[in-house]
């Protein structure tokens, strides 16, 4: 049985060992400072021997599609050259990075972020159909606010061969290979999903974009790792009926291997967001924190609306509490059902249980948060450590909400920050121990 510590193939690709930094949001933006913000993020996991890192959600286009305030964007050649610094930095510690590729569809913030659609009135949401009555019941109750553009059958070639372009960027300035955001609701889940699709073309099989996406891609970028996340809907809420199930996922994820998908990350998510993504505490303290609340108040559309989504997170975190490794189930029928590399990632924190994983559920294994809480983390689980060392994270959730706001992702929980201090000025991250 493989151990974390061994090398493991993506494509062409050899990665030093596996594991890895799952997408995260970094909030760098793309003006002036982008680079250096996504260095200080990312850079720390490549110095502590994390085989990959993977740089969160990248807008592939220079309007609307941002899910979340604070999100790079790689529409500009330019710009993406640019990035060549943070990729030879992640090198030059011998470790190697794939810049995750993304559009939010109904997701974007034009259609939830009340200050961002008052400064933007004219963007429309990019949509796979037209959207599904339980969210155009959430827009006559005031919560969403949806002017949805469905797109034609050209504009789904077109969205697909900006995806491939920016990947094919994306390869030109040093990333080792391109991750392609399927899941978490954005547009390529949205096509993926009978919730979302209910097209009479030729997407109307929501692989076909995924498929034109590869070939695009390949014919610009050659045979440079291509892996994406393959989603699973079964937390979804029960008025919802038509979603992907795992039977469903399997099939599609046999489908992008035969394809040429490198590597298939399968995660269980809702077709709408909410916390299957992030499962743990609700979290009280950042969103009881003062300052704030302001921000809140403008993302939301003010005070009555921000209690109304601050009482249905903590709701949620009733259904969606923490779960170690909750998708390795479904990890585990793919790996059985394909011929490349599986990712998990999801509730992943001891070293034993990833070795226990490894070769059973996965090939390679990720965590986010945590990485939140100890930019250096790999330091700590890779070598000969015992099987009970664990990653600091408390799966608090309070480093999620307040990116709502444009604040960068960082641990908020005072305790894990004083133990991750204490053990930096004891040398932890220096000597792995």
Not at 29 to 36: F, S
Not at 260 to 283: C, F, H, N, Q
Not at 330 to 345: H, K, Q, Y
Request: with cysteine.
């Amino acid at each position: 049985m493989p151990t974390l510590d061994d090398a493991v193939d993506i494509g062409p690709l050899t990665l030093p060992n596996r594991l890895y930094r799952a997408p995260l949001l970094e909030c760098a933006g793309t003006g002036d400072g982008a680079v250096e913000a996504l260095i200080d993020d990312l850079e720390p996991g490549a110095a502590a021997g994390a085989g990959l890192l993977c740089q969160g959600a990248t807008i592939v286009r220079g309007e609307g599609g941002c899910a979340a305030p604070g999100m790079t964007r790689v529409h500009d050649p330019e710009f993406v050259a640019e990035l060549e610094q943070l990729t030879d930095r992640i090198h030059a510690h011998g470790s190697h990075i794939f810049c995750q590729l993304e559009h939010g569809g109904l997701r974007s913030m034009e259609t939830w972020h009340a200050g961002y659609r008052a400064e933007h009135p004219d963007l429309e949401q990019l949509a796979v159909s037209r959207p599904p009555w339980q969210l155009r019941l959430l827009d006559r109750l005031g919560f969403l606010e949806f002017s949805p553009h469905v797109l034609s059958t050209q504009a789904v070639r077109e969205l697909a061969r900006d995806f491939a372009v920016a990947g094919a960027r994306a390869i030109d300035a040093g990333y080792d290979g391109v991750h392609v955001a399927g899941a978490n609701m954005g547009i390529v889940q949205q096509f993926l999903s009978p919730f979302y699709n209910r097209r009479d073309d030729e997407f109307a099989d929501g692989v076909r974009f995924l498929e034109l996406l590869h070939d695009e891609f390949r014919e610009r970028a050659g045979d440079a790792p291509l892996v994406t996340k393959v989603p699973v809907e079964t937390p979804s809420p029960p008025v919802v009926r038509r979603r992907i199930d795992a039977d469903d996922a399997v099939v599609i994820a046999e489908r992008l291997a035969e394809i040429g998908y490198d590597a298939l990350a399968p995660v269980e998510t809702s077709v709408v967001w909410d916390m299957s993504i992030v499962r743990g505490e609700y979290p009280a303290r950042a969103w009881d924190e003062s300052s704030l609340q302001p921000a809140y108040h403008e993302a939301f559309g003010g005070r009555l609306r921000t209690g109304a989504v601050k009482v249905g997170n903590r709701v949620e975190s009733l259904f969606y509490g923490f779960d170690p490794a909750w998708n390795a189930g479904i990890s585990r029928r793919i790996r059985d059902a394909v011929d490349v590399p599986v990712m998990l990632e999801g509730g992943i924190r001891e070293r034993g249980r990833i070795d226990r994983l490894l070769g059973e559920s996965c090939d390679l294994v990720g965590m986010a948060r945590p990485f939140y809480a100890e930019p250096k983390l790999p330091a700590r689980l890779l070598g000969g450590v015992p099987p009970e060392t664990a990653a600091l994270c408390e799966n608090c959730n309070n480093c999620t909400v307040p990116q709502v706001t444009d604040e960068p992702g960082r641990c908020r929980t005072p305790s894990v920050v004083r133990e991750r201090a204490r053990r930096e000025r004891g040398g932890t991250y220096e000597t792995g121990r």
